[in-house]
């Protein structure tokens, strides 16, 4: 038997375990960092597109809690809450992605705030 296997695993040992320590300091970071919460009202073709399934579905993948609501004059509002990095990255989705068949012409963004812990356990639909 060569020895090359063996140190081709003495060499890549360390790297899986490394790997996972950064992953592990990433979510901490961003769990300790600061958070922030926004509120959130999109204005267009927005209403009657599946908005709100699309929103809850891109919060639960960024990662951040709140929720999205239809309001009588046809917008969608909603308040998102997490790590600062995460809201930016909602609120860019809200800005400019929204869901396929929607038309987002505007999304204004009020009462972004620093808070000391979220105030929802998830991101859900209110009716
Ligand atoms: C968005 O703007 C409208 C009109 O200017 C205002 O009535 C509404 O409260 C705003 N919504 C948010 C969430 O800031
Ligand atoms: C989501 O959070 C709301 C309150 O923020 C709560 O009423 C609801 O039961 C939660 N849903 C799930 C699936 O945890």
């Known amino acids: 038997m060569s020895l090359l296997p063996l140190a081709a695993a003495a060499v ?3 790297r ?6 950064g992953r592990g300091l990433a979510a901490t970071m961003s769990t300790s960092g600061s958070l922030k919460s926004v509120d ?3 204005f267009g073709n927005v209403q009657g597109v599946c908005f709100r399934m699309y929103t809850e579905g891109e919060a639960k993948k960024i990662g951040v809690v709140g929720w999205v609501k239809n309001t009588r004059k046809g917008t969608v509002t909603g308040q998102v809450q997490g790590s600062e ?10 800005s400019k992605v929204g869901s396929p068949s929607s038309r987002i012409d505007h999304t204004n963004f009020s009462n972004e705030k620093s808070i000391s812990k979220l105030e929802y356990s998830n991101f859900s639909i209110r009716y």
């Open 12 to 14: 890549a040992a360390p």
């Open 16 to 21: 899986i375990p490394l790997r996972l320590f």
């Open 85 to 94: 990095d995460k809201v930016n990255s909602m609120k860019s989705w809200l």
């Open 40 to 42: 959130y009202e999109v």
